[in-house]
């Protein structure tokens, strides 16, 4: 296989990734399992007693993967218009995503120190508090966009 | 960028939906290259092209604002 061949591979592969979207009904399998995950959360911290640590991580990480699914999931019409104010909430919701990594700690910080005198001590956010919010701002953005259009 | 697709679709007397589903993109995506909210992509205009039997820049025109 010579080099051009071997570009051309490259590129095939790398845009089949780019254009990966899983199929509009796996838009309700997330709505469900993002759902199920909250009611969970609630139920956790309201009802459930004892050492339920492992339960909220798993809830967290299923609570993103719900929220995953419904961003990658396909419209039921989906044409170029949609693939790009996708493209364009993604932008979006990157760029926040880390000015919200960034910013708010210093935020949670300052507010926790001034209602009460010696507040929190200064912490960086978690990965799930960051993906969640990138997740949130991505969907909310794409939809807001589509419904503008 | 300008167009006269509504003009085009009003001589085929063809509403959005039709035109939507004939080139396969939303009723909605139709509705926003009419507005001048979106430049579709040089296939689409093709597929354009081919429903009103017209070449693309017979319906698509560059304005001031593409020259800035």
Not at chain 1, 57 to 74: A, C, D, E, F, Y
Not at chain 2, 8 to 24: C, M, P, S, V, Y
Request: hydrophobic share 45%; proline share 2%.
């Amino acid at each position: 296989m010579n080099t051009e061949k071997l570009i051309d591979c490259e590129r095939s592969h790398l845009l089949k990734i780019t254009k990966f979207r899983l199929p509009h009904q796996f838009i309700v399998v997330g709505v469900v399992v993002a759902a199920i995950s909250i009611i969970m959360m609630f139920v956790r911290a309201s009802v459930m007693d004892g050492d339920t640590e492992w339960l909220k991580l798993l809830l967290q990480k299923t609570l993103l993967i719900g929220m995953l699914l419904m961003s990658v999931s396909k419209d039921k019409i989906e044409d170029e218009m949609t693939v790009s104010l996708r493209a364009q909430s993604y932008t979006v919701a990157f760029i926040v995503g880390v000015v919200y990594a960034l910013v708010m700690p210093y935020v949670e910080f300052g507010v926790s120190n001034v209602v009460h005198s010696g507040g929190e001590v200064y912490k960086d956010l978690g990965d799930f508090q960051v993906l969640l919010f990138m997740l949130m701002i991505q969907l909310m953005f794409y939809h807001t966009l589509k419904r503008y259009r | 960028m300008e167009n006269t697709i509504k003009v085009e679709r009003a001589i085929l007397n063809i509403t959005q939906n039709d035109l939507a589903e004939k080139i396969g993109v939303s009723r909605q995506t139709i509705n926003s290259i009419e507005a001048n909210r979106y430049v579709p992509s040089t296939v689409l205009a093709l597929k354009l092209s081919e429903v009103f039997g017209k070449p693309v820049n017979s319906f698509f025109k560059l304005s001031d604002s593409d020259y800035e």
